[in-house]
């Protein structure tokens, strides 16, 4: 069985600040990691994803995360906050199978002024 | 590549009424997934297609749902006799197919209101 952990439900930064959403994973097999981001009353659009090539894996927007195995984390970042980076984001591991994903229960993002 | 699309966006009904809602996927995107995401949550897996098969239910998709992928392309997920509890936003996905790395791509949901 997989589930995924991301702690704290809110996060607060002030623009231009450094962002940092956690995740850690549980997963009997390799896992297969994703973010992705929502923004009200939209659908789920994918950040990034890891695929085993590079533990350091680069997205959309400026974003990236790190896998470490050791910590079966999978950590969201990204250097400078945007007023339209504000949004819900949902780190997801994928199942051996590749047919269902295990969302994390989402960070709400808000960049203040 | 028009992406994924579902009809209607909101659908607002009353208790004990049915209720379908359409799924377009990417097209030559084998695989079609239903997830449900209730205010505040993750979305939470209900079923997956594998071209026109339906290869894996999850148990929260009770008797009263029921989804078909027929001939393999659009996908209907029919809620009967909804329930309070039944609002949510239903969101639909494609992938290519694959293992491990297959990417999901997702439409922009359905919100369910149950009066």
């Known amino acids: 069985a997989q589930s995924v952990t991301q702690l704290g439900s809110h996060v607060s930064v002030s623009e231009g600040a450094l962002v940092l959403l956690r995740c850690n994973y549980s997963?009997?097999?390799?896992?297969?990691l994703f973010w992705y981001v929502q923004y009200p009353n939209q659908g789920l659009q994918l950040l990034l994803k890891?695929?085993?090539?590079?533990?350091l894996v680069k997205g959309i927007n400026g974003f990236e995360a790190e896998f470490k195995k050791s910590e079966t984390s999978f950590h969201l970042t990204k250097p400078s906050a945007h007023m339209s980076d504000a949004a819900e984001y949902f780190c997801?591991?994928?199942?051996?199978?590749?047919?269902?994903?295990?969302f994390g229960g989402g960070t709400r993002l808000m960049v203040k002024p | 590549d028009t992406g994924v699309s579902q009809n209607p966006r909101h659908k607002i009904t009353k208790r004990g009424q049915n209720v379908t809602f359409r799924c377009d996927p990417i097209?030559?995107?084998?695989?079609l997934y239903w997830y449900r995401q209730t205010l505040g949550q993750g979305p939470e897996f209900l079923t997956y297609?594998?071209?026109?098969?339906?290869?894996?239910k999850s148990r929260l998709l009770s008797d009263r749902f029921s989804a078909e992928r027929p001939k393999g392309s659009f996908s209907t997920l029919e809620i009967q006799r909804t329930e309070q509890g039944d609002s949510a936003m239903y969101l639909c996905?494609?992938?290519?197919?694959?293992?491990?790395?297959?990417?999901?791509?997702f439409g922009p949901g359905t919100r369910l209101t149950v009066l």
């Open positions: 996905a494609s992938s290519p197919g694959g293992i491990g790395t297959d990417t999901q791509y």
């Open positions: 997963s009997s097999v390799p896992p297969y």
């Open positions: 890891y695929t085993s090539a590079a533990t």
């Open positions: 997801a591991v994928n199942n051996n199978a590749g047919n269902m994903l295990t």
């Open positions: 097209s030559e995107h084998n695989r």
């Open positions: 297609f594998q071209n026109e098969a339906q290869l894996e």
